[in-house]
């Protein structure tokens, strides 16, 4: 039966979920079950589209990624993909309408990242929106369920939560990207001698998405609320640890939030949500 396909791909999604991102995940079945293999899907693509990227080195990625968009679309159209991960992309693209345009706009920033290395305020911006903003769109699609009016009022809160959630992996990430990638997302900035300022004025940036995304979390539909909020308040907390560790740690080290710290955030969490009658598992 076809169904067991269908099943099994979403299966494989969630297998490179949990293996990619413990947050993620925890915020993922966080969510009401109807939503949950749809995000899964999301995920799949679009983490094996980074990896393409970030981590193939030793092969043609500019051939691997045009492979990749080229299946991609094929699976799109023929409703079909003997990959599992595309498969469940697909399918989830077709339940909830997801545009083209945005699956454009993510593959094209996965595509920049081939070739520059020190981003303008232009590029920057540009790449934020395809490599996060759209997800967070993607993902809103699915949330909304068909709700087009729901959707359209907090399509700028969705785009804050992907853009504060890549932000935050930026400055989490300044040590890889820079000494290993040689990759400069942050503008007009000077990461070979790091300030304070300077990551002063980026913690600024992210902390009016977060408050931007927010109000947008508390208007989401009852059934994916607790998920998103879980996940919001995973990365606030990173954002947190990485704003009292100093500019120069910060470039020796990878700030992280431990999986027992997490553990207690979920708590806190699922008692607070209770309380707003939304949704919890």
Known sequence: MIELFHDSSFV??????????TSFTLGIKALHPDFRDAIFGIYGFVRFADEIVDTFHQYDKQMLLNRFREDTYRAIEEGISLNPILHAFQ???????IERKLID??????????SFTNYKQEHYEE???GSAEVVGLMCLRVFCDGDNA??????????????????????????????????????????????????LQIEAEIAADFKAAYEGIIQLPKKSRFGVYLAYTYYLKLFQKIKTTPAEKVMETRIRVSNGRKL?????TYFNSNLLGVYTP
């Open 12 to 21: 494989c999604s969630r297998k490179v979920t949990e293996m990619y991102s």
């Open 91 to 97: 399918l989830t693209v077709h339940k909830y309408q």
């Open 105 to 114: 706009a993510f593959l094209h920033s996965m595509e920049m990242d081939l």
């Open 127 to 129: 790449y934020i929106y």
């Open 150 to 199: 729901t959707y359209d009022k907090l399509v700028p809160s969705a785009r804050s939560l992907g853009a504060a959630f890549q932000k935050v992996n930026f400055l989490r990430d300044l040590r890889d990207d820079f000494q290993d990638k040689g990759r400069v997302y942050f503008p007009n900035v000077n990461f070979e001698n790091f300030c304070q300022e300077e990551k």
């Open 264 to 268: 207690v955030l979920w708590l806190q």
